[in-house]
C-alpha cells in the first residue's frame, strides 16, 4: 500500500517531484526486466517502493520540522531508490525466475502511480499559475 502523499500539504511540489522522478527509474528497471526476459540465469530487478516511500516521509517530517514552507531537494538525496530481486526461490530450468505476469502488473501499477503523480504536478503548476495570474 502507498503512503499518500497529499499535494495540499506546503512544500508538497517537491514530494511529488521526487515521487515521479522515482516512478519513471522504477519504469527504466522494470522494462530492463522485461528486455532481459529470455536471458538464461536472469533475475528480474524492481526498485524498493516502501524503502523509498519511508525514506521521502522521513525526509518530509524532518523537513516539516525545519521549515513547513519549503520541501529542501538535498533532504529527498536519502531517498535514492535500490534495486531488488523480483521473484523467489523457485528457478526454472534455464536458472531464471521470470515471470510475465508479475512484471505486467508492477508496471501497470507504475504506470498507474505515474500518471496520477503527473496529474497532481500538472494541477499545482495551474494552481500556481492562476495564482500569480490573479484571477480564477
Known amino acids: 500500500m502507498t503512503t499518500p502523499v497529499h499535494n495540499s500539504a506546503p512544500g508538497s511540489l517537491g514530494a511529488l517531484h521526487a515521487a515521479f522522478r522515482f516512478s519513471a527509474q522504477r519504469h527504466e528497471v522494470l522494462a530492463d526486466s522485461v528486455a532481459n526476459l529470455d536471458t538464461p540465469n536472469f533475475r528480474p530487478q524492481d526498485l524498493d517502493v516502501a524503502s523509498f516511500e519511508a525514506s521521502l516521509s522521513e525526509a518530509i517530517e524532518a523537513k516539516r520540522d525545519v521549515d513547513a514552507a519549503r520541501l529542501d531537494p538535498k533532504l529527498l ?3 535514492a531508490p ?3 530481486a523480483i521473484g523467489g526461490e523457485l528457478l526454472s530450468h534455464d536458472g531464471s525466475d521470470r515471470s510475465h505476469e508479475v ?12 500518471r496520477a503523480l503527473a496529474g497532481m504536478i500538472r494541477g499545482r503548476w495551474d494552481m500556481l499559475g492562476t495564482v500569480t495570474r490573479g484571477r480564477l
Open 77 to 79: 538525496s536519502a531517498t
Open 82 to 84: 535500490s534495486r531488488v
Open 103 to 114: 512484471l505486467a502488473q508492477r508496471m501497470t501499477s507504475n504506470l498507474l502511480r505515474f
